[in-house]
């Protein structure tokens, strides 16, 4: 009797449970088998670093300040006063750490080059030879071991100087600046790299330095942010427009004199969320065109298009800043593939109705439209470490089939997808960290779901190969596959890491985590 009555509230609790976990969102994933073998023979897996958030060596061997040296040395500009000036000490470690890449068994590996460690006046200035020598020493020995490097030429990190002298991207001198840095990148390193960025997320650096002034150079103003000097409605599209252009004058030049010969391809990699109506009427269906135009087809239509989307036009009027005849011609089409840095997914809410949104939001800049993370008290998906950001990986499969429709021609990388949790590192997540294993299968899934309708993603990179410097976060933030010890620098592999490289060796066989 008693061994019944247990029995029988075990089955009632374990069905609360259920019940539970199935209200906790809105919209559950199934579960899902994912396989290497789903995925063609070429596919490239790799994980993904910038040169900032792992190098260290601030000052070592000719390299000068950059943005994030000096923006960092500022007291309070990063949570908790932390720097890039050690970071994970990877100038010191790279064979060990490219030793870590052969070991994960990916084929290919995202990093960024130092614009200081090579040029460190940009074209004021000579060019070093031991930052060269240091990512030609990176690139031979990644493909000694059958790892095909994909470069960031840019990664959110330029030349104090070139800050001080024109205001960095605001100005159009940055232009000339970035050509000159990227020539010598296709010069001295484009006989063995294949596979370039050109720059990494305009729309969200110049998001963050010139709309919220988060950044360096820490440019914005009122009620975005409270700096010193600035104009959030402007200054964000002014910078991004710069960006824009140096890009296609680079692709040009790559094209013209590089391409022919070393046979590489360029894309430029955005970040995107994928967008959900809030409501269900057609106000909150606009606001998710408008929150897609104002944040990825911003990026995306010039270089494919030539242009900026409509929706910008038609909301932007003047503010908005126009190409030229020529910088049209040289803008469209001047991507070989787009590069999306997928993490998250929101509710649109539609600013022009509702009174949903705050006063940052009620603008033009941001199309009008606002982001929620919950609808009825029902969270999206589950929290990270990342404020907003949440666990929806159906979202990886609709943004693709956006982008599918959109530039129906053009090929994708997810060059960045990865978890963080929201607690740094408590108990077990510091190393058995299986919430972020069933992040990368549920999101991987939703990819494969995405090519099976046709679209043409060719390469899925986690961010990120190790814990880093994330930015104004510092080290709190923990993307990596391996674990990071920030006394000893000592490198550990987390059970993802483990689990990657079981699930790129195992073909047909779904390496889930009980295999450890
Ligand atoms: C950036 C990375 C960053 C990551 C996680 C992306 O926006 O490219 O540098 O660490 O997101 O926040």
């Known amino acids: 009797m008693l061994l019944q009555k247990t029995l029988l509230s075990f089955f009632f609790f374990s069905l609360l449970l259920l019940v539970q976990s199935k209200h906790n969102h809105e919209v559950e994933e ?25 190098e260290g060596a601030y000052l070592e061997d000719g390299k000068s300040l950059n ?13 908790r006063g932390e720097n890039g000036d050690i970071a994970d000490d990877h100038y010191h470690r790279y064979m060990e750490d490219i030793d870590k890449l052969e070991y994960l068994g990916v084929n290919a590996y995202r990093l960024s080059i130092s614009w200081t460690r090579i040029l460190p006046r940009g074209r004021f200035g000579e060019i ?29 990190d330029l030349p104090q100087e070139l800050e001080d002298r024109y205001g960095g991207w605001l100005s159009p001198h940055m232009q000339e600046e970035y050509v000159y840095f990227a020539k010598l990148c296709f010069e001295k390193f484009g006989d063995r790299v294949k596979n370039w960025m050109t720059i990494n997320e305009p729309n969200v650096f110049t998001q963050f330095a010139y709309m919220r002034g988060t950044f360096p150079p820490r440019r914005c103003s009122l009620p975005f942010g409270n700096c010193s000097a600035g104009n959030s409605d ?15 004058k680079a ?40 929150s897609y135009a104002f944040n990825v087809d911003w990026i995306f239509d010039p270089l494919i298009y030539g242009n900026y989307p409509a929706l910008m036009r038609k909301y932007l009027g003047k503010d908005l800043p126009k190409f030229s005849k020529e910088e ?68 990886m499969e609709k943004l693709l089939n956006r982008l599918s429709l959109r530039y129906p021609n053009t090929s994708i990388y997810i060059t960045e997808n990865g978890y963080c949790p929201p607690n740094y590192q408590e108990g077990t997540e510091l190393l058995q960290d ?10 991987l899934a939703s990819m494969s779901k995405a090519m099976r309708k046709g679209a043409k993603v060719k390469g899925y990179f986690v961010w990120s190969f190790m814990d880093n410097f994330e930015w104004i976060q510092g080290y709190n933030i923990t993307f990596g596959l391996y674990y990071v010890d920030r006394n000893t620098m000592k ?21 889930t985590i009980s295999t450890f």
Not at 234 to 248: G, Q, R
């Open 128 to 156: 070093n030879p031991s930052g060269l020598m240091f990512y030609n020493n990176i690139i031979d020995n990644l493909l000694l071991k059958g790892i095909e490097p994909f470069v960031t030429i840019h990664h959110f």
């Open 434 to 443: 299986f919430t972020r294993i069933k992040f990368h299968q549920t999101y």
């Open 234 to 248: 402007v200054e964000p599209l002014i910078a991004a427009h710069n960006m824009l252009i140096a890009h296609a």
């Open 30 to 54: 199934e579960e899902e088998v994912v396989t290497r073998s789903m995925f063609p023979d070429d596919f490239i897996f790799g994980v993904a670093t910038s040169a900032y958030q792992i």
């Open 67 to 79: 943005n994030w040296d000096v923006f960092t040395h500022h007291p309070g500009n990063t949570g």
């Open 491 to 511: 490198r550990t592999p987390r059970l993802s890491a483990k689990w990657f490289k079981d699930f790129i060796a195992n073909g047909e066989k779904s390496s």
């Open 328 to 395: 049209v011609e040289l803008l469209k089409g001047s991507i070989d593939f787009i590069g999306i840095n997928h993490y998250s997914t929101f509710y649109a809410l539609d600013c022009f109705n509702s009174n949903d949104c705050t006063s940052t939001e009620n603008r033009a800049i941001g199309g009008y439209t606002g982001r929620a993370i919950a609808r009825n008290g029902i969270p999206i998906g589950d929290e990270m470490g990342v404020f907003g950001f949440r666990i929806v990986p159906y979202g």
């Open 251 to 290: 692709v040009k030049l790559y094209r013209n004199h590089f391409q022919p010969k070393q046979g590489g391809i360029v894309g430029l990699t955005a970040n995107a969320f994928h967008y959900e109506p809030y409501t269900n009427d057609e106000f909150s269906y606009q606001a998710v065109e408008r």
